[in-house]
């Protein structure tokens, strides 16, 4: 099954809870970036993981979220986990704000309620993986989505087709280092708009917003820096962000033709970085 990736279109800082945890607000779409995940029942008690793929030596084999996510279903279901052979091809960057974590543990979800014949609804895959993952509860989803808080769906959101470019500079970026490394000045909260038709008018929405991790990463990862400055050069660019906590950035372009020309150029002219059309 594919697990595929997400960016946030946009990312504000709303708070901080008792919990010690910020309160977000993102809206988040899924994205034709994808991973691919297998797992087959086997007649041995145990769970054996095979990981391959251009991103597979960054990703450790007896901990991650797919083994997390086989955990927690089995524990919600009051059963042993059965032997299983799990194989994944790791073709999302790792810690790139592309969700690549969550979503690899949101397609283990579905595959075992399936697998095991469980026939959990989504409400009860998003409790489950919300438990350890703030953004499995979209992945389980996978529309484009208002999110508040931690990571609660407030709200499905109906968006246009956007063109758009991902530039990684093949950085891993740590979500908790870019929240500790300074203080925010919290935000409003945007109105809540659930259908958005028209692409120019839903770009200028999004130039209303921000992603107020940015200033934080970039002193972490300067290269953010010259990504969000390479993006906005280049003709048809309506809006050039960092997605989610980084280090991945996307800029948002006017139509396919100009999206195409930006790939062309800038993939040429920066061979070290990941560059994709979505």
């Known amino acids: 099954m594919l697990s595929n990736a997400k960016i946030n279109l946009y990312l504000h800082v709303t708070g901080k809870m008792h919990s010690g ?18 797992i087959a029942l086997c007649e041995e008690k145990m769970i054996t993981i095979t990981i391959k793929g251009e991103y597979a030596h960054l990703i450790n084999e007896s901990d991650n979220l797919i083994l997390k996510a086989v955990d927690a279903i089995c524990k919600y279901a009051n059963i042993k986990s059965p032997g299983l052979n799990i194989s994944l091809h790791k073709n999302i960057p790792v810690g790139a704000g592309l969700g690549g974590g969550s979503s ?3 397609t283990t979800l579905k595959i075992m309620n399936k697998l095991l014949g469980l026939n959990y609804s989504n409400d009860v895959l ?23 808080g931690v990571g609660d769906i407030e709200t499905l959101v109906d968006i ?6 991902l530039i990684y500079p093949n950085i891993e970026l740590s979500t908790v280092d870019v929240f500790k490394h300074a203080p925010f000045e919290f935000s409003e909260q945007m109105p809540i708009v659930n259908t958005h038709h028209d692409r120019m008018d839903f770009i200028s929405y999004l130039g209303l917003c ?22 906005n050069k280049q003709p048809g660019c ?5 997605s989610g906590s980084g280090s991945t950035c996307f800029g948002v372009f006017k139509s396919n033709f100009e999206l195409q020309t930006a790939f062309s150029q800038i993939s040429q002219q920066y061979p070290q970085w990941w560059v994709k059309t979505v």
Do not use: Y
Request: glycine share 4%; proline share 8%; charged share 25%.
């Open 21 to 38: 945890f910020h309160s977000l607000e993102s809206l988040l779409i899924p994205i034709g970036i994808c991973d691919s995940i297998n």
């Open 104 to 106: 690899d543990a949101a």
């Open 126 to 148: 998003e409790k489950i993986g919300s438990t350890f993952g703030a953004d499995i509860p979209f992945f389980i989803e996978n529309r484009p989505a208002l999110i508040k």
């Open 160 to 165: 246009p087709e956007l063109p758009i470019l």
């Open 210 to 231: 921000k992603n107020e991790l940015e200033s934080n990463a970039i002193e972490l990862v300067p290269q953010i820096k010259e990504i969000l400055e390479v993006l």
């Open 238 to 242: 309506s809006i050039a962000r960092m």
